[in-house]
């Protein structure tokens, strides 16, 4: 019986390598067959993704060199930085800084703090506004969603004149809220930008199980606990996404900026910033240039550090209804 096992178990064991050795050998002749394969066809079936994605990269990434090669050319002019980097050094960003007239650090300053604020008061206030029309019945909530979403169609640049008109006024009563005041203009953003954030929102927040705010009410919570207690712990793709756009929307608005504030100390980067190029015999692309690329740092940077957010927020809020 032994040498009958002993038989089996030698016979059996060069049957397994002969199968290893057959998989090793088809999984190689299909590698061979693959190499093999002429270039029309790989380039049909997946060359034209690459050679695509090459020329939308290029198209994507030019502009950004080209501005930064201005900024680092302290001649003053486009045309010189024709041929990119042939020349780099720091002049446009010690220009920048050190020119009284036109305070950058301050314009700088003041973006931040507009910045900040308005993305901080949209989220508060759009989550607090999605969290009723998501979890509360009353009358008139389909019509104001539906109001939410109309009143988006018409962009705020259409405002303009009244903006100017009611500040105005304002100015007259309560000059912390009129023109020149960042107050003021922070306030305008607000009444501009809760709607279609309100409207991402409640898509997202209809993602949470009721079952959630049942269970905490059998515990005898408020809708104020259940708001910050729960919701807002479970929403917070969708925060970091709107207060993101909310961030990047006003660090580059200029037309409504331009109108509300009128005192250069008090001015946003993208209304300072334009003063550099704004008349035609003292034009100074470089340090316009220079600029721009410091004002992109503070976006990139919350961009990186809220990137995990954005794919499932966006898709999240946009799909649910």
Known sequence: MNGSASTVSTTAAPGVDDVAATSTTDVEHLRSLQRRRPFGVWFKDKGWRHVVGIAVTIFA????????????????????????????????????FNNPARPYARWFANTMVVGVVTSAATVFLGAMAAYAFSRMRFKGRRI???????????????????????????????????LGSQLGLIMVYLGGALGVNTYLMYGFFNTVPQSLDEAAKIDGASHTQIFFGIIMRLVTPILAVVGLLSFIGISGEFVIASVVLTDPDSQTLAVGLYSFVAQQRSENWGVFAAGAVLAAVPVMALFLFLQRYIVSGLTAGSVKG
């Open 144 to 178: 104001g969603l539906l109001s939410l979403l109309l009143l988006q169609m018409f962009p705020q640049l259409l405002a303009v004149v009244a903006i100017f008109l009611l500040l105005s006024g304002i100015s007259e009563v309560i000059p912390a809220l009129g």
């Open 61 to 96: 990434i030019f502009p950004l060199l080209y501005v930064l090669s201005a900024a680092f050319n302290s001649t003053g002019t486009l045309v010189g930085s024709n041929a990119l980097f042939s020349r780099i050094d720091f002049g446009n960003f010690v220009e920048l």
